[in-house]
């Protein structure tokens, strides 16, 4: 039982465009929203992360929109790169110290030159 | 530095075998976490050892069976495979048991 449910599965993109992955999910004890990257063949990376009482926060080209009354959460790639290629997780846990996280299922982005 | 180690890279087992995965984390880490990746799946947690104790465990039968060595290393093993045990199974290490680094994965087969 996924109680983190991500969409789309996977998404082409031009190099400059922005890629969205969308999240939500139902648990509302859920205080800690990471996303991660993952290359083939490597393990997931953290990428950035936000806790429910920020509804946006923003590293580098990374963007992720949360929106709390909704339990939903959103993860925007600004101008997009050839090297920003690889799958994306988002995830969800109970608190920044809590050791379990609950993935979704992960969106394959692909950024065409 | 080096990051978290596992080993084997890639192994195929046959049906009913058992087989045992390695984890060395990173320096000066003394948590590990245990995670299962299917093809086209999320990771699911699998095990956390902190200190060398369990301290949680996800929703796996009792075929697999985890431990955590005094130089905090650690091995998951997996009886009685089956088909559907074929996946990624990630290795993640913490200093203080949340902040987790992955490592880059055992791609297990079973035939």
């Known amino acids: 039982q996924q109680q983190v449910k991500q969409s789309p599965q996977s998404l082409i993109v031009q190099k400059g465009g922005i890629s969205i992955i969308n999240c939500a999910y139902e648990?509302?004890?859920?205080?800690?929203f990471p996303w991660y990257q993952q290359f083939p063949g490597k393990g997931p990376a953290l990428l950035i992360a936000i806790r429910p009482d920020v509804s946006e926060k923003k590293e580098g080209r990374f963007t992720i929109s949360f929106n709390k009354s909704a339990k939903q959460f959103s993860l925007h790639i600004m101008d997009s790169q050839p090297g920003d290629s690889a799958t994306y997780f988002c995830a969800a846990s109970l608190g920044i110290e809590d050791y379990k996280l609950s993935f979704g299922a992960g969106t394959t982005v692909t950024v065409r030159a | 530095d080096a990051g978290v180690t596992q080993s084997p890279t890639h192994l195929i087992k046959t049906r009913g075998q058992q087989v045992t995965l390695r984890c060395s984390p990173i320096s000066g880490h003394k948590s590990v976490s245990w995670y299962q990746q299917v093809l086209g799946q999320g990771p699911q947690f699998i095990f956390q050892y902190y200190e060398k104790e369990e301290r949680g465990r996800g929703n796996f039968p009792d075929r697999f069976s985890a431990r955590q060595f005094p130089n905090y290393s650690s091995e998951l093993n997996v009886n009685a495979l089956l088909l559907g045990d074929s996946a990624l199974y990630l290795c993640?290490?913490?200093?203080?048991?949340?902040?987790?680094?992955f490592g880059s994965g055992t791609r297990l087969t079973v035939v």
């Open positions: 993640a290490s913490s200093p203080r048991g949340y902040g987790y680094t």
């Open positions: 648990n509302t004890a859920f205080d800690y």
